[in-house]
């Protein structure tokens, strides 16, 4: 790419932000971070050329091995049948929920009727009893649906679905577990106004030593020892997903389920960086499943729009003592801030 039409790009894309952000005022710093942000784009798409060619290249020699395609065909036969196999299942599944219903609507017909009769027998108002106003019904009604649905497998690993209540799986909501989740608790400034786009996050080693890390850092060192007043946290994770239900998402898990429950009656609707803090009890079976594996190499191919976690990697916890200090030292305003912060948490409730 030649320095003109870089120009050019660097010039359309600040227009497109001033165009998109009316309200913000355009600074050096919003200048630079869009042009770092047309750097990396255009050296993903460089990176990305490159990959496409040789995955050409390999697939060309594949398609000639006659092994190759021999396994190809085996696969697409177990896929097949798999597919119908599944599509069995389900019609069988339909089928005996239609007969269950038919059935319990027949017995519930029968009951209303002998009701009635009897309540004509005993000259009683019919309202007072009809069958709709049977709170058992309903919740019967539900565990049957739950049982029937096979389960989200989203909700189960990482304790949130992006369809939520709209999900055509089940959610088996837990009461209090020792994990809370706060929900999009930690933003930046690249978060709050989309300037993340997909991969940035991933890309690069450089990504350790960024302000983007040094800001997680802070966050970090500040949030932490204000859960871990409730008890020994022993595992913490910060999502960089840009999906909208993981993004910023904040896990704890404390030793016990006291402590968090504990920490929730404390920390549930405060506000921390004038955020309201939502909590909710999650659970997480395994974090080697709900956090995403390839993220930490940096080649998940969904990149930050991936439903498993991309989390943070954690800065070393012996330090926050001497981090603490070093900023009670050198950033006077900073702490200055956070009292304040502090102050208001405690005027809310
Ligand atoms: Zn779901
Ligand atoms: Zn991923």
């Not at 009701?115 to 106003?133: C, D, G, M, W, Y």
Request: aromatic share 10%.
């Amino acid at each position: 790419m030649d320095n003109e039409s870089f120009q050019k790009m660097k010039l359309i894309i600040i227009e497109e932000f001033k165009d998109e952000h009316k309200t913000i005022k355009f600074n050096h710093k919003i200048y630079r971070l869009l042009i770092k942000k047309l750097r990396r784009k255009l050296k993903r798409q460089q990176l990305a050329k490159e990959r496409d060619e040789k995955i050409r290249l390999e697939e060309l020699q594949r398609q000639n091995d006659p092994l190759y395609q021999a396994w190809i065909i085996q696969k697409e036969k177990t896929r097949l049948q798999k597919e119908i196999e599944e599509e069995e299942e389900n019609k069988k599944a339909r089928k005996s929920r239609e007969q269950r219903e038919q059935m319990e609507l027949q017995q519930q017909q029968k009951l209303t009727k002998e009701r009635v009769e009897k309540q004509k027998e005993l000259l009683l108002p019919a309202k007072t009893n009809s069958p709709s106003h049977n709170p058992f019904a309903t919740v019967q009604d539900r565990i049957t649906a739950s049982i029937e649905r096979p389960v989200c497998s989203f909700y189960s690993k990482t304790g949130v679905c992006r369809y939520d209540e709209r999900c055509h799986r089940t959610h088996n909501r837990p009461d209090i577990t020792n994990t809370l989740l706060a929900v999009n608790m930690y933003s930046n400034f690249e978060m709050q106004y989309g300037l993340d786009n997909e991969y940035d996050f991933d890309i690069g080693l450089e990504f350790e030593e960024s302000e983007r890390y040094e800001n997680f850092k802070d966050f970090f060192y500040d949030v932490l020892p204000e859960f871990e007043r409730f008890g020994r946290v022993i595992m913490f994770k910060v999502c960089y997903n840009s999906g909208i239900h993981l993004r910023g998402n904040v896990y704890v898990q404390y030793k016990t389920d006291y402590e968090a429950m504990q920490a929730y009656k404390a920390l549930n609707t405060r506000y921390y960086a004038g955020r309201m803090v939502q909590c909710q009890f999650v659970n997480i079976p395994s974090w080697t499943a709900a956090i995403c594996g390839l993220s930490e190499f940096g080649k998940c191919p969904k990149g930050r729009r991936c439903h498993y976690l991309h989390v943070f990697r954690n800065p070393p916890v012996k330090s926050i003592e001497k981090e603490k200090k070093s900023s009670r030292k050198h950033k006077r305003s900073k702490s200055r801030d956070r009292s304040h912060r502090k102050k208001k948490k405690k005027s809310h409730h």
